[in-house]
């Protein structure tokens, strides 16, 4: 299909809609199925291919895109949420940034979402205060949006004790925000471990959290042996 040119009705839509149907992969299908957990039917479309469809229907009339597509499918709530971070302009993406949101049920549509918004890199200081308000939601998936985005963009020396202070108030019952807290810690130990370290010395994290942490840490390659070893002292 010629996705940057298309005029989207709802007669060209479906078209569109049966050729993600064409290419879809059951294998792979199942193989998500098995790591992901969603409400979204799954057509089994991998990442590269659904970013090479994405960037093209952005090149072309992508607002009357955003404006006729539909959740049928975890693919299509996954193209929509690849459009959006596409955007350059703040305004423009405000517009659809939190609905956006709310269509994230799963780890995946967050964490593709999450780092393929590049326009944080320029933008640190304003999506400092969006990243507060999502931290501060009672939704799962906001708040691990907030932590994700800390993750992708803010893992830098300027940002450690704020980054510090929300790992310890984000204290949660959600899984997916726990494990990206547990994520976003043992990042912040690869880049800074003595930074890191004095901060763990003092910590008051769950058990789950902080095990999760030096668990990633010793899968880490990036941490040293001697260093993998001196943060056992820390587990719970």
Not at 56 to 67: A, P, Q, R, T, V
Not at 192 to 202: C, G, M, V
Not at 209 to 231: A, Q, R
Request: net charge positive; with cysteine.
């Amino acid at each position: 299909m010629d996705l940057k040119n298309i005029i989207w009705n709802k007669e060209n839509y479906n078209l569109f809609i049966n050729y993600l149907i064409s290419i879809k992969d059951s294998k792979y299908e199942e193989f998500n199925h098995k790591i992901i957990i969603t409400k979204y039917p799954m057509l089994g479309i991998k990442i590269p291919k659904l970013r090479s469809i994405s960037k093209e229907i952005f090149k072309g009339d992508y607002k009357s895109f955003l404006n006729i597509i539909t959740d049928n499918y975890y693919e299509l709530v996954l193209i929509k949420g690849l459009i959006i971070s596409y955007l350059k302009d703040l305004n423009k993406l405000n517009i659809y940034f939190n609905s956006y949101i709310d269509l994230i049920d799963n780890w995946a549509l967050c964490d593709t979402f999450c780092n393929s918004l590049k326009i944080v890199n320029n933008n640190k200081e304003y999506f400092l205060n969006i990243i507060n308000n999502l931290i501060n939601s009672k939704k799962e998936y906001y708040v691990r949006v907030g932590l994700v985005l800390l993750l992708n963009y803010y893992v830098e020396e300027q940002y450690l004790d704020y980054i510090f202070n929300i790992i310890t108030k984000t204290n949660s019952n959600f899984y997916y925000v726990n494990m990206a807290r547990s994520w976003l810690l043992c990042e912040c130990f690869t880049k800074y471990s003595n930074i890191t370290l004095k901060y763990l010395e003092t910590n008051t994290l769950d058990k789950f959290t902080i095990n999760k942490t030096i668990s990633k840490i010793k899968d880490s390659y990036k941490v040293s042996k001697e260093l993998k070893e001196y943060v056992l002292k820390y587990k719970k």
